[in-house]
Each structure stands twice: as C-alpha cells, then as structure tokens.
C-alpha cells in the first residue's frame, strides 16, 4: 500500500508552547490531506480536511485559531497546535487521499502522541 | 445523516479460527465506499479491505473478505484462520461522494485472538 510518514511519533511539551505535526505522502501526490483526532479508546473524529494551495476546511467545533493547517506542497500538510493546553493532550492522526480508480483511498500515518503538561 | 454502527465492542476469537465483525451503515447516497481499517496497539491505521457500492462480488484481500449486503445495509468484515498479530481494533468506514471523499468511522470493535 501507499506510504505516509508521520512525525513526530511522540511529543511531550509544556502549556503555552506551539507544537508542529508533519505529514507526508512518501510515494504519491496528495491534494488531499486529512486531520483526525482520537480519544482513548474512542473512533476517529475529523478535524479537518487539508487542501493543497488552498484553506483548510475545519468541522463544526474545531477551532481553526487552535489548530493551524498548511497544505503547502502535493506532499506534505503540518498541523499546528498553538499555546497547548493539557486537554490538546490527544492522539493525532493524519491520513493522505490517494485517487486511482474506483477506489479511492485514505491512507494514514503513524499517527502523534501529544501530551501537554 | 450518515452513520456507521459497528455493534460489537469486543470479540474474542480463538486461534486458526474465523471471525466476523459487523457493520452497518446508513445512507441514502446511491454511491459510496466502505472501509475496514486494522488499528493495532501502536495506533497507525492500516487499510484492509474496500466494497464499492456498485461492486457486485464481494471483496477479498488475503485472510480478509467483506460480505456486503447492500439491501440490509451491511458490510461485515470476515477474517479467516485467526492470527494472534489479528489482535487490534477493527474500524468500518463509509466514504460518501458527494462530500469530498470524506470518511465517516464507525465506534469500532476490539478483536482478541486467544491462543
């Protein structure tokens, strides 16, 4: 399957610091990128979807302040957490749309394990 | 609205045996997709499986095959001869065409293979 590199794995920071996420597809184009968050034990939830050249569209409650995307190049999105709180603490996740065919697919990263103190 | 519902919270399933894990899904959408995704303990989502609504033989990917039911709205993720690396979370996803090749996920089901 396709590749998507996600870093960094792990982050630990203080509250108020500003923390960048990067995503990149490693073997195809993406003008599509995807940010989901997830709770313990939780399913997936969309924050937001990331197109290259263009804004970001956040869903109903994300805070666009908050959480800054940039989808720059075909390859690479980042997510910025700006002034991190102890409830940022999460577990993110960035998937790449990869279109072919019918199919269509989302592949993800590894995802990052934020935990704010 | 769309949704997913993925009934079981958890399954155990013993060794070199078969297991099913349901899916059901809500749409009016004529055309869409569906999705399973392994997520093992180290939290990257692997892609499994696809079922276009408009495929009309079940899909199959290896041990994994999905029996889709398109009158009753489900797509049930079938693996077959259990592996103790099956140990994960499974989650059914529905990708509707007409909003942006989003994903909706459903809650998700905690597989256990015993040895």
């Known amino acids: 399957g396709a590749v998507v590199s996600q870093h960094p794995s792990r982050v630990i920071c203080k509250s108020g610091t500003s923390v960048k996420i990067e995503c990149r597809s490693l073997?195809?184009?993406?003008?599509?990128m995807f940010w989901y968050r997830q709770f313990p034990k939780k399913s997936l939830m969309l924050m937001a979807t990331s197109n290259e050249g263009s804004k970001a569209t956040y869903e109903q409650g994300v805070e666009k302040d908050k959480f800054l995307i940039n989808h720059a190049s075909l390859t690479l999105s980042t997510l910025t957490v700006t002034s991190a709180h102890p409830e940022d603490s999460s577990f993110y996740i960035c998937s790449a749309f990869r279109t072919g065919g019918a199919k269509n697919i989302q592949y993800f990263g590894a995802g990052t394990r934020l935990s704010v103190l | 609205a769309q949704k997913i519902t993925q009934t079981q919270p958890g399954m155990f399933v013993q060794e070199k045996e078969a297991v099913t894990l349901d899916c059901t899904y809500d749409?009016?959408?004529?055309?869409?997709?569906l999705f399973w995704y392994k997520q093992p303990s180290s939290g990257e989502m692997i892609f499994l499986i696809y079922q276009g609504s408009y495929d009309e033989q079940n899909a199959t990917e290896g041990r994994y095959s999905l029996n889709f039911q398109k009158a009753r709205k489900s797509a049930n993720l079938v693996i077959s001869a259990s592996q103790l690396g099956d140990s994960a979370m499974y989650f059914c996803?529905?990708?509707?065409?007409?909003?942006?090749?989003?994903?909706?996920f459903g809650g998700g089901t905690r597989l256990m293979v015993k040895p």
């Open positions: 996803a529905m990708r509707y065409n007409n909003a942006g090749n989003m994903l909706t």
């Open positions: 749409t009016s959408d004529q055309s869409y997709g």
């Open positions: 073997d195809f184009q993406a003008t599509t």
